[in-house]
């Protein structure tokens, strides 16, 4: 499987870099973890950790304002379910709802541009691989699921996020067909 290819990650997490830097995205906003390639091989990924708050932290704690096993405190987000050796993960800095919305601005602004302008673009942005780090900037990590359009596929999927935008959900539904997905 692609994902435990080490050596296409590395290469997927660089392009991704390149792609973004010739876009002219503002590094105080957005943040991709350094690779240490001397330090990598097909088996093995050195990246720099990125500090911050995972987007699944940030919703949980949301679902969670009045589940007994979570608390705020201090600005901090501590379970009191989970084991002290997990709790570094846990226990992290929760940014105000601002900061948040403006990362979630950022985070599809970047999506846009992967998928319309590059083609190429980041399969895997679930929760768990979107951080919102210091400063209030956003953190992509997980590059081992990424993947190309064709011009053509990137005009189909325009065509159908604008359809879905004016809520023609028949016109949607021919969209989708139209894209010949497996």
């Keep these: 499987p692609h994902e435990l290819d080490f050596q ?4 997927n997490l660089e392009r991704m870099r390149q792609n973004l830097i010739r876009s002219g995205y503002d590094t105080s906003k ?5 690779a240490f390639p001397e330090l990598s091989s097909s088996g093995m990924l050195t ?3 990125l500090h911050g708050c995972f987007f699944s932290v940030l919703l949980q704690q949301s679902a969670a304002n009045s589940d007994e096993n979570s608390r705020s405190i201090n600005g901090k987000h501590e379970r009191t379910d989970v084991p002290k050796h997990r709790q570094r993960y846990e ?3 929760i940014p105000s709802k601002e900061v948040f919305v403006s990362a979630f601005d950022m ?8 998928i319309f ?13 979107i951080l919102v780090c210091e400063n209030g900037r956003l ?6 699921q990424c993947t190309n359009l064709t011009a053509d596929e990137r005009a189909q999927l325009c065509a159908l996020v604008l359809v879905m935008r004016n809520e023609s959900s028949w016109l949607a539904t021919l969209g989708l067909k139209s894209l010949d997905l497996e």
């Design 117 to 129: 302008r590059d083609g190429f673009f980041h399969a895997d942005p679930h929760p768990g691989n």
């Design 139 to 144: 953190g992509l990590i997980d590059f081992g």
């Design 47 to 49: 990246l720099q950790e």
């Design 30 to 34: 957005l943040i991709l973890p350094m």
């Design 91 to 93: 226990e992290q800095r």
């Design 107 to 114: 985070l599809i602004e970047v999506m846009g541009q992967m």
């Design 8 to 11: 296409r990650e590395l290469s």
